[in-house]
């Protein structure tokens, strides 16, 4: 069955230092693989997604993430964290063909210290 | 401005009742999705509609109704309520055709269940 781990539940970070949060799936076919990030009380933001070609994608606010099929993994980066950054990150797969539902890890909180 | 909206924004009720949600894309997206995020944060489909026609469901009670009067809006009316219905609820759209898979998500509907 299709799944996602982020195995980082919480992760704590210091304003202005580098963040990796890692994010590992398993599907069969090629993955379409997204990153989302949902503030206190808000809606899923898309950071970033990865459908084909290049493997390292660039997204909005600073961040990247990289595609590593050998590792299933499409790990999450930004080199200087803001405190602006503090919330919780979605990993997710969309399932090819059909109308693919998506299917999400179960979340990554990030705290910032200033 | 264009986007996926929900109403209510905030829904409190006693168990039992019945209530709606609405949603509304005016993205020009023909599918249409509800996932429930529990008090873990945790996300999961529940339904999709393509066109209006009921694509995915998942293993949702039946007290879960969908209805989809046009590829614009897609509601879902849930009967008896239970305590744990307490959630918030995401309505996405996407694209299906020539599109990238990319889901849009609306604002969430935090139901509360008393």
């Given at each position: 069955?299709?799944?996602?781990?982020?195995?980082?539940?919480?992760?704590?970070?210091?304003?202005?230092?580098?963040?990796?949060?890692?994010?590992?799936?398993?599907?069969?076919?090629?993955?379409?693989?997204f990153?989302y990030?949902?503030?206190?009380?808000?809606g899923l933001?898309l950071?970033?997604?990865?459908?084909?070609?290049?493997?390292?994608?660039?997204?909005?606010?600073?961040?990247?993430?990289?595609?590593?099929?050998?590792?299933?993994?499409?790990?999450?980066?930004?080199?200087?964290?803001?405190?602006?950054?503090?919330?919780?990150?979605?990993?997710a797969?969309g399932?090819?063909?059909?109308y693919n539902k998506l299917?999400f890890?179960?979340?990554?909180?990030?705290?910032?210290?200033? | 401005?264009?986007a996926v909206?929900q109403?209510?924004?905030?829904?409190?009720?006693?168990?039992?009742?019945?209530?709606?949600?609405?949603c509304?894309q005016?993205l020009?997206h023909?599918t249409m999705y509800w996932y429930?995020q529990?008090?873990?944060?945790?996300l999961?489909i529940m339904f999709s509609y393509?066109?209006?026609?009921?694509?995915i469901?998942?293993?949702?009670?039946?007290?879960?109704?969908?209805?989809?009067?046009?590829?614009?809006?897609l509601?879902?009316?849930?009967?008896?309520?239970?305590?744990?219905?307490?959630?918030?609820y995401f309505c996405a759209s996407r694209?299906?055709?020539?599109?990238?898979n990319e889901q849009f998500f609306g604002p969430g509907?935090?139901?509360?269940?008393?």
């Amino acid at each position: 069955a299709q799944s996602v781990t982020q195995p980082d539940i919480h992760i704590t970070v210091s304003e202005g230092a580098s963040l990796e949060l890692r994010c590992n799936y398993s599907y069969g076919a090629t993955p379409y693989l997204f990153w989302y990030v949902q503030s206190p009380g808000q809606g899923l933001q898309l950071l970033l997604k990865y459908f084909s070609g290049d493997t390292l994608v660039q997204g909005i606010k600073g961040f990247e993430a990289e595609f590593k099929r050998s590792q299933s993994s499409f790990n999450l980066r930004k080199p200087s964290v803001h405190w602006s950054d503090a919330a919780e990150y979605f990993c997710a797969v969309g399932l090819s063909g059909g109308y693919n539902k998506l299917i999400f890890g179960a979340g990554t909180r990030l705290a910032v210290h200033p | 401005d264009t986007a996926v909206s929900q109403t209510p924004k905030y829904l409190v009720t006693q168990m039992g009742n019945d209530k709606s949600i609405k949603c509304e894309q005016n993205l020009g997206h023909d599918t249409m999705y509800w996932y429930k995020q529990d008090s873990k944060k945790f996300l999961k489909i529940m339904f999709s509609y393509n066109n209006k026609e009921l694509i995915i469901n998942e293993t949702v009670p039946n007290r879960f109704s969908p209805k989809s009067p046009d590829k614009a809006h897609l509601n879902l009316h849930i009967n008896s309520l239970e305590l744990g219905d307490s959630a918030v609820y995401f309505c996405a759209s996407r694209r299906t055709s020539g599109g990238d898979n990319e889901q849009f998500f609306g604002p969430g509907t935090r139901l509360t269940v008393l």
